[in-house]
């Protein structure tokens, strides 16, 4: 069983930074990674994916010039460097992974492991 952990979220003002962390447990697979949103009373959208090695990345257009995924398979860490944040950047992050070759469409289906969640607060 796959575990993801996500940590550094908070609240932040607006043009503001952060950087938010997800540790994996098992790296038995080399797995592509996304973070997703989810903002209340919204649906969970995809924010933006990476390839295994981390050379591929895909973003929502909404954050595009704006956030940088990246990973450091040797610390089984994905993180998510969010600069120029926005009040409609305000969701709780979540981490997952995915071995499909569809994962770049950023779409919920074509990811299995997720982790719990950390809350952005962008005022």
């Known amino acids: 069983q796959v575990q993801l952990v996500e940590s550094g979220g908070g609240s932040v003002q607006a043009g503001g930074s952060l950087t938010l962390s997800c540790e994996v447990s098992?790296?038995?697979?080399?797995?592509?990674m996304a973070w997703f949103r989810q903002a209340p009373g919204k649906e969970r959208e995809g924010v933006a994916a990476i390839s295994t090695g981390g050379a591929i990345t895909y973003y929502a257009d909404s954050v595009k010039g704006r956030f940088t995924i990246d990973k450091d398979n040797a610390k089984n860490t994905l993180y998510l460097q969010m600069n120029s944040l926005k009040p409609e950047d305000t969701a709780m992050y979540y981490c997952?992974?995915?071995?499909?070759?569809?994962?770049?469409?950023?779409?919920?289906?074509?990811?299995?492991?997720w982790g719990r969640g950390t809350q952005v607060t962008v005022s």
């Open positions: 098992d790296l038995t697979y080399d797995y592509c």
């Open positions: 997952a992974t995915s071995l499909r070759p569809t994962w770049y469409l950023l779409r919920e289906l074509d990811y299995r492991y």
